[in-house]
């Protein structure tokens, strides 16, 4: 279809020029083609061509419209993402913040807890505080001892369970 176009068009041309010389005795309508029955395929063929470009256009600009939407919509999720993001950090701080606070108040309630039974190991007879610590666990015994005067763990010492003595002692002579 192409080639008959440029023919065509050539064939106008060459009759053009040719009949414009002077002396010249052909005539633009020889050859069986007149020149509106050589514009309407040149012109069909310029529309369909000139349509064929336009349905491209069109395609492509109908797909930077869509890729256009697809980044505002993954602009929108990556921003809703970093906010999520901002409160799970923010949550998480405040957590963090809890459990040390709770940490905190159990160490200190631990501590008066510990310092109310000094008081009351340092207030009772030797035999029977003796014979609590006894009772207690390892660790137990050994914080309380940490804790009472060396003038009371001395009273205590003639009652105590020889292995768990020599473990206290170990235990407080050893750097830390």
């Keep these: 279809m192409k080639r008959q176009l440029q023919f065509g068009v050539a064939s106008i041309i060459f009759l053009g020029v040719v009949s414009s010389l002077p002396g010249s005795s052909v005539s633009a309508t020889e050859g069986g083609q007149t020149a509106a029955a050589a514009d309407i395929p040149i012109s069909r ?6 349509a064929l470009q336009e349905a491209k256009r069109q395609k492509l600009l109908e797909r930077e419209a869509a890729v256009a939407a697809k980044e505002a919509e993954v602009k929108k999720m990556s921003d809703k993402i970093q906010q999520e993001l901002k409160t799970l950090e923010q949550t998480k701080k405040q957590y963090d913040d809890a459990v040390k606070a709770q940490a905190a108040i159990q160490q200190k309630m631990q501590g008066e807890k510990v310092t109310k039974m000094v008081k009351l190991f340092k207030t009772i007879k030797p035999d029977q505080a003796a014979r609590l610590t006894d009772a207690l666990p390892q660790q137990d015994a050994v914080v ?23 473990r206290w002692i170990e ?5 830390r």
Aim: hydrophobic letters at 40%.
């Design 171 to 175: 235990e407080h002579l050893t750097i």
């Design 45 to 50: 063929t310029a529309r369909e061509e000139q």
């Design 144 to 166: 309380l001892l940490e804790r009472l005067d060396i003038k009371t763990v001395a009273k205590l010492v003639p009652y105590l369970k020889q292995p768990r003595l020599i």
